[in-house]
């Protein structure tokens, strides 16, 4: 696991630790994280704090204003796993090239790794036990969650 990849994770574990689905994710522009963020649903009741749409706010909030949109131009989104259609859209607009994705095996694909190639953006999934093994957990003890995330049903985008 690289060091991004490994901020994420350690994202991922502080919203496991506050209840959340562990899920967590960096903004890495010229090598340097420039936003991090985690599930927070829990804290917030807000079902749109996603770690990728939170890791954008907070690299957003560091910019004083200027530039917040030309700050993600050419930046990799680290995160622990695949963005869901939300998330995946925000990635498009805000002009991402690169995805880092730590594991797309413990739940089902809802399809959002093709829908962001065609907009030309990499999308590289790995195959990180650390993080495979953090899902899995929750999932176990969040059985009514494991049963929509590991539902057979395809969930591709339709676009």
Do not use: W
Not at 86 to 112: K, L, Q, W
Not at 119 to 134: A, R
């Amino acid at each position: 696991m690289d060091k991004f990849m490994h901020q994420a994770y350690e994202q991922a574990k502080r919203g496991q630790h506050e209840g959340n689905l562990p899920v967590g994710s960096v903004v890495v522009n010229g090598g340097i994280v420039i936003g991090e963020g985690r599930n927070r649903q829990h804290q917030t009741s807000d079902p749109t704090t996603h770690a990728e749409l939170e890791a954008i706010r907070d690299a957003s909030s560091r910019t004083d204003g200027k530039d917040i949109i030309g700050i993600f131009s050419g930046a990799t989104c680290y995160t622990t796993m695949m963005p869901c259609p939300m998330c995946a859209g925000a990635i498009i607009r805000f002009g991402f090239t690169r995805v880092v994705v730590a594991e797309a095996h413990s739940y089902a694909d809802s399809g959002t790794k093709p829908l962001m190639e065609r907009q030309g953006i990499t999308v590289d999934v790995q195959k990180d036990e650390q993080c495979i093994e953090l899902v899995e957990a929750y999932l176990k003890t969040h059985p009514h969650l494991s049963t929509t995330m590991k539902s057979p049903k395809p969930t591709d985008l339709k676009l």
